[in-house]
């Protein structure tokens, strides 16, 4: 609504080019603002496994990550303990990246080189991932006993002390899910869990003077989302990762994309990036700039298939070891020996490879680029990334997060 002028109003008497200049000073002031405003940056969460960091000969460090072309780092992962407390995963590594390198000579550890002080010096933030895929079984027993809640709290306060980590981020996966010991339960008992958090953080952040991040990674089939209050817990969280990776995999009869962007022809409507976004931003009202949607730097591999939608034989790992979940720097080791493939309804490629008789569902720099693109068209906040060590090349390249970056910064920021 524009301002209504007082016809009473006494005439500005400071003359016609004073008048002229202060107009000109904000129309100057208010195309600063807006510049501001455009230039900010969308997040870009890459997940940060501690497991990589010498399963590729310390090849992706906190001295090489690339900070430049990041927001935020996930630390993944420490997990809890039945009692609530938390541990790492990788214990010996958790010590180097986050304590920081020993000094060869005198054996001192130099903190300058831990992941949260590089990172800060960058402008980045690191928050430390909880769970994962093989560590949620004991969420459930946590999140139900307010003994396990208070340590639980206690437990990330006092990690984030410890490693100046900027906030926690939750991969329980999933609450409600009985092979990971879920409950119905589940729900209404994460929801006590991230209140007990947010004001434990709260406070924390109050004492040190720093605002403290509290994320999930949240799954997008309706089924698993049922299991969660998300209109209650959305307020307790700055914002949502959707875990939009995985939609389709080995554990499906028929072959199809990791990662589609849209379904493809004759799939599953429900299943791919588009379809999980509106899930969360038209179903359950949650605005956009609150949401980061998934993308991959690894595959899923098919054995004994070479076409979508087709039976197979489980995961390939004899021609993509050790799992049949390749990282996008093997992926591209083996393009050479396979035959690239673009479905036009989903929006990503797919290899095809006949000597070993097999597919690959990938995603790579053109599919990736239009995932960003995607983001920016719907005003999505930004991208998170599983896993940040995968399209790290030898050369120090990353062409995958080379393509988020210069879709991002090339346009302004949705408001």
Not at 6 to 21: A, E, I, V, W
Not at 180 to 207: A, I, S, Y
Request: contains cysteine.
């Amino acid at each position: 609504m524009g301002t209504r002028h007082s016809p009473h109003r006494r005439p500005d008497s400071r003359g016609p080019h004073l008048t002229r200049y202060r107009a000109l000073m904000l129309i100057m002031l208010a195309l600063a603002a807006t510049s501001d405003s455009s230039a900010q940056r969308r997040d870009v969460v890459g997940y940060y496994l501690a497991s990589e960091y010498t399963a590729r000969d310390t090849l992706v460090t906190p001295l090489t990550l690339p900070y430049e072309k990041l927001t935020i780092i996930n630390y993944a992962f420490f997990y809890p303990r039945p009692d609530g407390h938390l541990v790492g995963r990788t214990p010996g590594i958790d010590e180097v990246i986050l304590e920081g390198l020993r000094d060869p000579i005198t054996g001192a550890v130099r903190k300058e080189t831990a992941l949260c002080s590089v990172a800060h010096s960058r402008g980045v933030k690191v928050l430390l991932s909880l769970g994962g895929w093989e560590e949620s079984g004991n969420f459930p027993a946590v999140a139900a006993a307010p003994d396990g809640r208070r340590v639980f709290t206690a437990s990330c306060a006092d990690l984030i002390r410890r490693y100046e980590f900027d906030g926690i981020d939750i991969d329980w996966e999933y609450p409600g899910y009985a092979p990971h010991n879920g409950t119905p339960q589940d729900g209404e008992n994460f929801l006590l869990m991230l209140r007990e958090l947010r004001d434990t953080l709260n406070v924390l952040g109050g004492l040190t003077g720093k605002q403290l991040l509290i994320t999930i990674a949240i799954p997008t089939a309706p089924s698993l989302v049922a299991a969660y209050d998300v209109r209650a817990i959305v307020p307790l969280l700055d914002f949502l990762n959707l875990m939009t990776y995985d939609i389709y995999g080995a554990w499906d009869s028929l072959s199809n994309h990791n990662t589609p962007l849209f379904p493809s022809a004759d799939s599953d409507p429900s299943r791919c990036i588009d379809a999980g976004f509106r899930l969360f931003r038209d179903t359950y009202g949650i605005p956009a700039d609150r949401i980061n949607i998934g993308t991959a730097f690894y595959g899923r591999t098919y054995k004994n298939c070479t076409e979508l939608r087709m039976p197979h034989n489980g995961s390939d790992a004899a021609n993509f070891p050790p799992d049949g979940t390749p990282r996008y720097y093997a992926i591209l080791a083996a393009k050479d020996r396979c035959s690239r493939r673009w479905d036009d309804h989903a929006k990503v490629p797919y290899l095809v490879c006949p000597d070993g008789n097999s597919l690959v569902s990938y995603d790579d720099e053109e599919s990736t680029t239009l995932k960003a693109r995607y983001v920016i068209d719907n005003g999505i906040r930004g991208i998170i990334i599983w896993e940040l060590t995968g399209d790290y090349l030898r050369n120090r390249t990353t062409p995958l997060l080379d393509a988020i970056h210069t879709a991002f910064t090339s346009a302004p920021r949705a408001k």
